[in-house]
């Protein structure tokens, strides 16, 4: 018997006794003590709750007026879950061995039918960036960054950090106040405010060695630091008007932080403005590419003439 199964049929058990004794639990299912208790303890902290009994004939009970609660999914609620779980497979997302139990667990809570459903369904849906030869639902195995949830923990219970990156010279340290922590081009990027310069700042979470609280006299009020952002906000430089086949390839891929607006009600034009860092050199190359993944379907209204120089110089290589 699985373990998810067996803890299932283990809090059934539990849930229709007045009271128990982990004597009684080894017996009935024919395992360890330790197990036993290992077992009780995840129950425990699944929520169930449960009051232990000292003395020599000690156990345990469930608490009064507690009862565990009866969790069922219909067809197609277990299939989106699912789903979700196979579009994310190979993403890098944080928690993936809490994603790898969670799904066993719901695995555990379904008919062989509806199992055999989604067997199907893994062998027959494919996503960017999963293997579709690989027909195991459970197979969650690509590994963020070991410093991701290590960074979430932190930014949950206080969101100015002093958040160390490993840089050319070596490791640097930066007082920061944390303003997103987003998945881009597949990789994980840090957006803060940098306390000591007031600037807002990216920091590749594939860099970061360490993280912990900054010290709470030298920190900046979350209204003033939003304050100096907007006073920083850059004028607009960069003006695109799209067509139907543009807005499908923008919907296919665009950077994170920008959007565009639609011009009519069917949504087949649209009008997109941002502000291109010009002196930033990655930040050109990347934006250059991007307009010719666009393609065609698009009329430049302004655009800073470094674009104008780089693109120029692009499409010069495949011209006779």
Same mark, same amino acid.
């Given at each position: 018997?699985?373990?998810?199964?067996?803890?299932?049929?283990?809090?059934?058990?539990?849930?229709?006794? #007045?009271?128990?004794?982990?004597?009684?639990?080894?017996?009935?299912?024919?395992?360890?003590?330790?197990?036993?208790?290992?077992?009780?303890?995840?129950?425990?902290? !699944?929520?169930?709750?449960?009051?232990?009994?000292?003395?020599?004939?000690?156990? +345990?009970?469930? !608490?009064?007026?507690?009862?565990?609660?009866?969790?069922?999914?219909?067809?197609?609620?277990?299939?989106?879950?699912?789903?979700?779980?196979?579009?994310?497979?190979?993403?890098?997302?944080?928690?993936?061995?809490?994603?790898?139990?969670?799904?066993?667990?719901?695995?555990?809570?379904?008919?062989?039918?509806?199992?055999?459903?989604?067997?199907?369904?893994?062998?027959?849906?494919? /996503?960017?960036?999963?293997?579709?030869?690989?027909?195991?639902?459970?197979?969650?195995?690509?590994?963020?960054?070991? !410093?991701?949830?290590?960074?979430?923990?932190?930014?949950?219970?206080?969101?100015?950090?002093?958040?160390?990156?490993?840089?050319?010279?070596?490791?640097?340290?930066?007082?920061? +106040?944390?303003?997103?922590? +987003?998945?881009?081009?597949?990789?994980?990027?840090?957006?803060?405010?940098?306390?000591?310069?007031?600037?807002?700042?990216?920091?590749?979470?594939?860099?970061?060695?360490?993280?912990?609280?900054?010290?709470?006299?030298?920190?900046?009020?979350?209204?003033?630091?939003?304050?100096?952002?907007?006073?920083?906000?850059?004028?607009?430089?960069?003006?695109?008007?799209?067509?139907?086949?543009? @807005? #499908?390839? /923008?919907?296919? +891929?665009?950077?994170?932080?920008?959007?565009? #607006?639609?011009?009519?009600?069917?949504?087949?034009?649209? @009008?997109?403005?941002?502000?291109?860092?010009?002196?930033?050199?990655?930040?050109?190359?990347?934006?250059?590419?991007?307009?010719?993944?666009?393609?065609?379907?698009?009329?430049?209204?302004?655009?800073?003439?470094?674009?104008?120089?780089?693109?120029?110089?692009?499409?010069?290589?495949?011209?006779?």
């Amino acid at each position: 018997m699985k373990k998810v199964e067996r803890i299932n049929i283990i809090m059934r058990y539990i849930n229709n006794r #007045a009271n128990f004794t982990i004597s009684e639990i080894m017996r009935e299912f024919n395992i360890s003590r330790s197990t036993a208790i290992r077992d009780i303890r995840e129950i425990e902290a !699944m929520g169930m709750p449960l009051v232990a009994e000292v003395g020599r004939d000690g156990g +345990y009970f469930v !608490m009064n007026n507690s009862v565990l609660p009866t969790v069922r999914f219909t067809d197609n609620e277990i299939k989106a879950l699912f789903i979700a779980f196979m579009a994310t497979r190979n993403q890098q997302l944080p928690y993936l061995k809490s994603r790898q139990s969670l799904a066993e667990k719901l695995l555990g809570l379904i008919s062989q039918n509806q199992q055999d459903d989604l067997v199907l369904l893994n062998g027959i849906l494919l /996503f960017e960036g999963t293997n579709p030869h690989n027909p195991d639902l459970l197979d969650l195995s690509d590994l963020p960054h070991p !410093m991701l949830e290590k960074l979430i923990q932190a930014l949950l219970s206080d969101r100015y950090l002093l958040v160390s990156i490993q840089e050319e010279e070596g490791i640097k340290s930066y007082p920061i +106040y944390l303003l997103h922590l +987003y998945r881009e081009k597949s990789q994980w990027q840090i957006e803060g405010f940098y306390l000591k310069d007031e600037k807002r700042m990216v920091f590749p979470v594939d860099n970061l060695t360490d993280v912990k609280p900054y010290s709470a006299e030298k920190r900046l009020s979350k209204k003033k630091i939003l304050e100096k952002l907007s006073k920083q906000e850059e004028a607009i430089n960069f003006v695109l008007e799209l067509g139907p086949k543009a @807005i #499908a390839q /923008f919907k296919k +891929y665009h950077p994170l932080k920008v959007s565009i #607006a639609y011009t009519n009600p069917y949504q087949t034009t649209a @009008i997109l403005k941002n502000f291109i860092h010009v002196h930033n050199s990655e930040e050109l190359t990347e934006l250059t590419n991007w307009l010719l993944f666009l393609g065609g379907d698009i009329k430049v209204r302004e655009v800073p003439e470094e674009i104008l120089e780089v693109l120029q110089e692009r499409l010069g290589l495949f011209c006779p």
